[in-house]
């Protein structure tokens, strides 16, 4: 068996983990779908992915670029430079405007091509304009991608998008379909590094519940943060319930629109760097014993949220698959958050089946 502990160690040193894998296994390409990729979050997510940030150092990748005819010519330079970087992971780049050739064989596709929301707006705003681009997404996948593809929707609204475009993909197991609230469990996880003046890499299982969206519950409960090699809960380490319950949540749910004010456009780098670790875990699996917020559709038997909606909820993969972390205590000011966001989720449901 060879491995190549250089490339691990890189990959290391940004603060991810590689299980070590055999080389050869991770040698034939694999064929990834980028929506939307000559937009702001799609043109730093391209070259994330082609420096092995989300599937690791070995897996090769057929880059399936899909964008608007309006947006040909900033593709065509997009592959333009993704070429001149020489990425040996890269085996291929196929630009298209056409839906059928961007979703063809499809092993993982990350669909980000959508409108974003200005200042003042709602994400759920856009699912008037947004809604028919997932429709479309999901009919193609439907047809055209292999049955075994890895979806995770970034577009907003992220949960309902990926909602509709698993519903009209039939052929494709329901898990499959995931959404992107692994830049709200980011932002959550950086606003505790700069209370309590600790590395980001010391806190761990930050949770993000329900939905991408202003009623998200970021939940410190079973959270920890390491200090000297000892695991502290977070509200210990705080010491101040007023501002984790006050001032941390809504900090959190309001950051995108606070990004927003600030630079008159959505956040793109930390969106892509969040995909890129949704899909990570994902694909190489989360560290023992760590969990990953990931929008995923919920079965009716988890922590009382109703059934069929892509709700976010702590999860630990393996193999390629998510696992909902079950069994974790939640008191009554949680149960609360749980429901107005499952509420919300509810309604943008019926809002999409109006639609
Ligand atoms: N879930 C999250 O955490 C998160 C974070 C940031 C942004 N977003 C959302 O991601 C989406 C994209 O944001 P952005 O800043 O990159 O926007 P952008 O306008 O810069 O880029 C979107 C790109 O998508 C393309 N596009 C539109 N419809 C398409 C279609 N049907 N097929 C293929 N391409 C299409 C456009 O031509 C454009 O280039 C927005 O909906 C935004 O709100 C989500
Ligand atoms: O806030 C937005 O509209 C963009 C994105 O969802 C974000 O959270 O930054």
């Not at 899909?66 to 196929?94: R, S, W």
């Not at 379909?177 to 299982?205: C, W």
Request: proline share 4%; glycine share 8%.
């Amino acid at each position: 068996m060879e491995f190549d502990s250089k490339a691990i160690n890189r990959l290391k040193s940004l603060g991810r983990h590689f299980p070590q894998v055999k080389k050869e296994e991770e040698s034939k390409p694999i064929r990834v779908t980028v929506t939307g990729a000559a937009g702001q979050i799609g043109w730093v997510l391209c070259f994330m992915i082609a420096q092995g940030r989300m599937f690791g150092p070995y897996q090769k990748v057929i880059l399936q670029l899909m964008e608007l005819p309006a947006a040909e010519q900033v593709l065509q330079g997009l592959v333009m430079e993704l070429k001149d970087c020489a990425f040996p992971l890269v085996a291929d780049i196929k630009p298209t405007t056409k839906i059928e050739e961007a979703f063809d064989q499809s092993d993982v596709a990350i669909l980000v091509g959508a409108k974003p929301r200005g200042p003042g707006m709602e994400r759920k705003d856009l699912l008037n304009e947004n809604a028919k681009i997932f429709k479309a997404q999901g009919e193609a996948i439907d047809k055209y991608s292999k049955k075994t593809i890895k979806v995770l929707v970034v577009g907003n609204p992220a949960n309902t998008n990926a909602l509709i475009a698993s519903h009209y993909a039939p052929s494709v197991p329901k898990k499959n379909f995931t959404a992107l609230t692994r830049l709200d469990q980011n932002r959550a996880i950086s606003q505790l590094s700069d209370k309590l003046k600790t590395p980001v890499d010391d806190i761990h299982n930050i949770i993000i519940w329900g939905n991408h969206s202003l009623t998200q519950y970021p939940d410190v409960n079973h959270g920890q943060v390491s200090v000297g090699g000892k695991k502290t809960s977070i509200r210990e380490a705080v010491k101040d319930d007023k501002y984790l319950n006050e001032t941390f949540i809504p900090k959190v749910a309001k950051r995108g629109a606070e990004i927003i004010s600030v630079m008159k456009k959505s956040s793109a780098a930390s969106a892509a760097n969040a995909a890129c670790d949704h899909m990570h875990d994902w694909w190489v699996g989360t560290k023992q014993g760590e969990y990953a917020s990931m929008g995923i559709i919920s079965d009716g038997n988890k922590y009382g949220v109703a059934a069929g909606l892509i709700y976010s909820f702590p999860c630990e993969c393996k193999n390629g698959e998510w696992k909902v972390v079950e069994g974790l205590a939640v008191d009554e000011f949680s149960k609360k958050k749980l429901q107005e966001t499952e509420k919300e989720l509810l309604e943008e449901r019926k809002m999409a089946l109006d639609i």
